[in-house]
């Protein structure tokens, strides 16, 4: 087991190198003078004229050549200094600690309801193959399947945020406020007395004893986590119920069922569990890609995640936070994969690691 | 058969919900319908005296009927702090590095100057740190025999520095010194160099001292390697430009430069006045000048004071969150003004317009800034005030490019004025420029693209400037008039094979779009041989274009660094200018530009840029378009809001939060805006 864990993270390096030497290859694809459009965001700041635009280039290393750039970025980063983030206006380190926590809360509090529903459902449906619960589900999740993020999004902050707050009074401090605190919660979290223990807001609240905090933290988390939670459940749920049905007609379910076992015991216990593999293999890619960050809710929401940066640094070419943060998916990629690896082993006993 | 039943009556239940909540907000009742509190004055000072139909055009009128306003009821949300939901990008707290709106928000609220304008005029000085605006009356300002000039500003005794740090006299010399040495790329320090050394970067100077010490040519010497004699001697000249003498500071000029009172007056950035002991401390400039180099264009991250604040001014930095772009100011309660209304400003960074409009609906925001093209969805929401009208310091226009670079250009077609493209000098032609203006349509840009919200420009200096000409003459559109130009353009050929050219402008910029597909239809209405294409591109292709040169024509804006019309004609006009370099506008009008800037006497100035404003007319350099008007949205509870369009942007420190607010009528008549409120 260990040496194939040690086998499976020597290839990190290797990966690390090949998809940030394409990342530098593609951006000798781009002049200097487009690469400057970020320290120069608009027309206005073009005062100085191309003598202030030559020295800005200078000044950045712009112009060296591939390996001077790749081999300078390297050798900062293997002291951790992933260089200077425009967008983030702080290094890439510091943005990243400062982001992470509140994608990881968005990504522990979905990750739940959608795993929770997609199974429960999919089995559900599954088990009552094309009666009503079935076709409901079925509705469910062609609506969910259609539903880009952003109208999800945008539809439940106007229909909670937009009218239910003008209509009746506040829950949870309000009616699920855009952003992840409210202002005077704000305030009390970044007072002296309050401890961020794990920057994880509903956790440090709690850790606080501050219950008023941790109802607001959890009140913003609300409508975010709605839409994530809906809009992957869905495929999650049919693959579920494909599984599931799958595994139904298996000789051994109907071994189960004729030696008088119950009919409830049979899908927990006999089909239930083996149809959970591809669940658990997709559960990876759905952590890396939550993880990872969720560009549109972060941004409908206000929430002050890895999305919204990754989608900001990509527009603005701002090549060290790119890099960064495609360093932090690729290990975060590698690592999901492998446990998920060793889950498969603890799920399925006819698998072995070699 | 069951099951269908069920997943119709499902269906259903899905669609009303759905339905209900989609449901848009119910209509405003009469109550809440668009009310004007104030009919608009007469658009103020510099009326064009005719109105032709090129004049500005007056404020558009509220519609609705005239009712008061519901008065508001409680509770006001968060009744001390003022949280406005902004765009903003801040890039730096450092005001000597600074050189954006956003960051000069920020400093214009935490540093104060050493004057500054007095409320909304764009004329009169008020002393700040100072306690005299130096003029020849008073005396503080003296002119030598040699031409060289000396400005001297007494200094406010007693003011403290929010540490508790006295203000001195030397804090001031440190600020100017360290603006002009740090000389950051890209940033603002040649405002301040170029009036007090003649050069535009400090390594121009340190350059002309090393070549005067060892008889190089200045531009054959490379600054990294001057002698450490040289940056001290190129120290020594900063600091003889900026000098203490007892309690005063005075500022010695090499020439008259009749615009640095507003370059001292420019509430943000390179004039603040910071505390030396303090930045020492921080790591920043010690004020030797054995060190200075080491401090010389720093990167933003090895720049000490970076995300650090620590001025004199009414508010004092709290937070600036850089996970989530958000920045805090707390109010500073021993500001020598007296203390600010309100306790407590938030800048919020919300990128998505739906959220910021929700939070302004909500009044979970107070201020919020709404780009002109979601104005309509924003208007009528309860609760809000709106007043616009406001002229803005900023300028449209459209370049012509007279020396286009041919190498590699995909925008000019064929290179040859063969009808398939234009040649490198198409527009070095004066006849195929007037034609260009006389085929613009400037009624139909302001009012399909701009929502009329902006005057129709009338050459290179905006109205509100001194010595703006308001009866100087403007292109409109006239067919007739541009089809003889464009048929006496190179002798007749232009109308005979006809051009091909490809207009790029930045993407989303919908009045650059506009205006290039009314010259498109227009063109093609004159003569079916004349094609203008478009073509959006993201900032960092056009960027690397207008630096290549091969852009045919140019959709640029102005806004100003300072309020004086070299400031307008300079870059528009001047051979070194932004604008006229990359559109290679020739020397013409350096001779009498560099005459208005050393000019002292207010006729003599008026008289020359009156001239360039015609010159430009006459040379058709390019289609000034517009100026735009802006609007402001806040609460209705929000009370003392009134704006100088030479700020940097709002002004928090007259703000209050409270039921009665009202308004600033003095203010909305004196600039003849419109206040609408729901």
């Known amino acids: 087991m260990l040496a194939y864990i040690a086998r499976r993270l020597l290839f990190l390096p290797i990966i690390l190198f090949g998809v940030t030497v394409i990342l530098f290859a593609m951006l000798q694809l781009l002049n200097p003078y487009e690469r400057l459009s970020l320290y120069v965001k608009d027309p206005s700041q073009l005062r100085g004229g191309k003598e202030q635009l030559d020295r800005l280039i200078e000044k950045h290393g712009l112009k060296d050549s591939l390996f001077v750039q790749y081999g300078r970025w390297v050798n900062k980063s293997i002291h951790l200094d992933f260089g200077w983030s425009e967008t983030a206006k702080t290094t890439v380190l510091n943005g990243f600690l400062g982001r992470f926590p509140a994608t990881l809360e968005l990504t522990l509090f979905a990750i739940g309801p959608i795993l929770f529903f997609a199974i429960w459902l999919g089995v559900l449906a599954a088990v009552h193959h094309n009666r009503w619960i079935d076709q409901l589900t079925r509705v469910i999740t062609i609506l969910g399947y259609s539903l880009p993020s952003f109208v999800l999004g945008l539809v439940l902050l106007m229909g909670f945020y937009g009218l239910l707050s003008r209509h009746l009074p506040p829950l949870f401090g309000g009616w699920f406020s855009p952003g992840r605190l409210s202002e005077w919660a704000q305030q009390i979290v970044g007072g002296e007395s309050f401890h961020a223990y794990t920057r994880l807001v509903t956790v440090d609240a709690l850790l606080n004893g501050q219950w008023r905090i941790f109802w607001d933290a959890l009140g913003h988390l609300v409508l975010p986590v709605a839409t994530l939670s809906y809009i992957n459940w869905a495929g999650y749920l049919r693959i579920m119920r494909s599984s599931m049905l799958e595994t139904l007609r298996q000789d051994y379910v109907t071994t189960a069922r004729s030696k008088g076992v119950e009919e409830r015991l049979v899908i927990k216990r006999h089909a239930r569990r083996n149809a959970l593999i591809p669940i658990v293999t997709l559960s990876g890619f759905l952590v890396v890609g939550l993880l990872s960050g969720v560009v549109i809710t972060e941004t409908i929401f206000g929430y002050p995640g890895l999305g919204s940066w990754a989608a900001q640094a990509a527009l603005q070419l701002d090549v060290a936070t790119v890099l960064g943060l495609l360093t932090f998916v690729t290990i975060l990629f590698i690592v999901v994969n492998l446990i998920v690896d060793l889950l498969y082993a603890v799920i399925d006993p006819r698998v072995r690691l070699t | 058969m069951s099951d269908k039943i069920w997943i119709v009556v499902l269906a259903l239940v899905a669609l009303v919900i759905g339905l209900l909540v989609l449901k848009p907000a119910a209509p405003p009742t009469t109550p809440e319908q668009p009310t004007p509190v104030e009919k608009p004055a007469q658009p103020p000072v510099e009326k064009p005296k005719e109105p032709e139909p090129e004049t500005p055009k007056p404020i558009e009128q509220p519609k609705s009927p005239q009712q008061p306003s519901q008065p508001l009821t409680g509770p006001i949300k968060n009744p001390d702090t003022l949280i406005v939901a902004d765009l903003s990008d801040i890039d730096t707290l450092d005001p000597h590095f600074a050189y954006d709106t956003s960051s000069g928000e920020i400093a214009f609220h935490v540093y104060d100057n050493l004057i500054m304008y ?326 139909t840009l302001i009012r399909e693209a701009i929502k009329n919200e902006a005057e129709k420009a009338r050459g290179p200096i905006p109205r509100g400037v001194q010595f703006f000409n308001s009866e ?95 400031n307008w004609v300079f870059p528009i006009m001047h051979s070194q200018g932004n604008y006229a370099t990359s559109m290679n506008l020739g020397t013409n009008y350096d001779a009498l530009i560099n005459q208005g800037i050393n000019e002292l006497n207010p006729e003599k100035r008026q008289e020359i840029y009156y001239e360039l404003q015609k010159l430009a007319y006459e040379d058709a350099i390019a289609i000034f378009t517009d100026q735009p008007l802006g609007r402001h949205y806040q609460q209705r509870w929000v009370d003392g809001y009134y704006f100088n369009p030479i700020w940097p942007a709002r002004n928090f420190y007259p703000l209050s939060k409270r039921l009665d607010a009202k308004p600033n009528m003095e203010y909305v008549n004196q600039l003849g805006l419109v206040v609408q409120e729901w």
């Open chain 2, 118 to 443: 007095d409320g909304p005029s764009t004329e009169k000085f008020l002393p700040m740190l100072a306690t005299q605006v130096p003029s020849l009356d008073n005396g503080l300002i003296a002119e030598n025999a040699d031409g060289s000039v000396v400005i001297r500003f007494p200094l406010r005794q007693g003011v403290k520095f929010h540490n508790g740090n006295s203000f001195t006299a030397e804090d001031v010399a440190y600020s100017f010194h360290r603006v002009m040495l740090m000389d950051r790329s890209g940033g603002p320090s040649w405002l301040v160099l170029s009036p007090l050394l003649n050069v535009n970067t400090i390594a121009d100077l340190a350059k002309q001292i090393e070549a005067q010490r060892t008889g190089k040519k200045a531009d054959e010497i490379d600054f990294n390697a001057v002698s450490a004699e040289t940056l001290v001697a190129t120290c020594e000249q900063v600091e003889q430009a900026v000098r203490v003498v007892g309690n005063d500071v005075e500022f010695h000029l090499p020439k008259p430069f009749p615009p640095f009172m507003a370059i001292v007056a420019q509430s943000a950035s390179w004039a603040s006045i910071i505390d030396q002991q303090w930045a020492t401390e921080q790591g920043a400039w010690d004020g030797s000048c054995n060190t200075w180099k080491a401090h010389y264009d720093p990167q933003k991250e090895n720049d000490p004071i970076y995300a650090k604040m620590n001025g004199t001014g009414p508010f004092m930095l709290e937070k600036w969150d850089h996970a989530t772009g958000d920045i805090s100011l707390i109010r500073n309660d021993n500001y020598w003004r007296g203390p600010a209304k309100l306790a407590r400003i938030v800048i919020k960074k919300v990128n998505e317009f739906s959220t910021r409009k929700l939070m302004l609906q909500n009044g979970d925001a107070d201020i919020a800034t709404i780009n002109r093209k979601f104005v309509d969805q924003v208007d009528g929401t309860p609760g809000v005030r709106l007043i616009k009208g406001q002229l803005r310091m900023s300028l449209s226009f459209i370049l012509f490019n007279q020396k286009i670079t041919a190498e590699g250009n995909q925008y000019i077609g064929s290179g040859q004025l063969d009808g398939q493209g234009i040649p490198p000098d198409f527009f070095s032609d004066i006849d195929v420029r007037k034609g260009f203006n006389d085929a613009f349509d400037w009624e």
């Open chain 2, 472 to 566: 100087n003459p403007v292109y409109q559109l006239d067919l007739k008039k541009a089809e003889e130009h464009f048929k006496q353009a190179w002798g007749g050929q232009v109308w005979k094979t006809g051009f091909k050219l490809t207009a790029p402008y930045l993407v989303d910029d919908q009045a650059s779009k506009t205006a290039f597909e009314i010259l498109k239809r227009n063109l093609q209405r004159l003569n079916p041989k004349f094609e203008l294409e478009t073509v959006n591109l993201e900032w960092s292709a056009l960027l690397s274009r207008s630096v290549d040169g091969t852009l045919p024509v140019y959709s640029a804006a102005w806004l100003e660094d300072y309020h004086d019309a070299h």
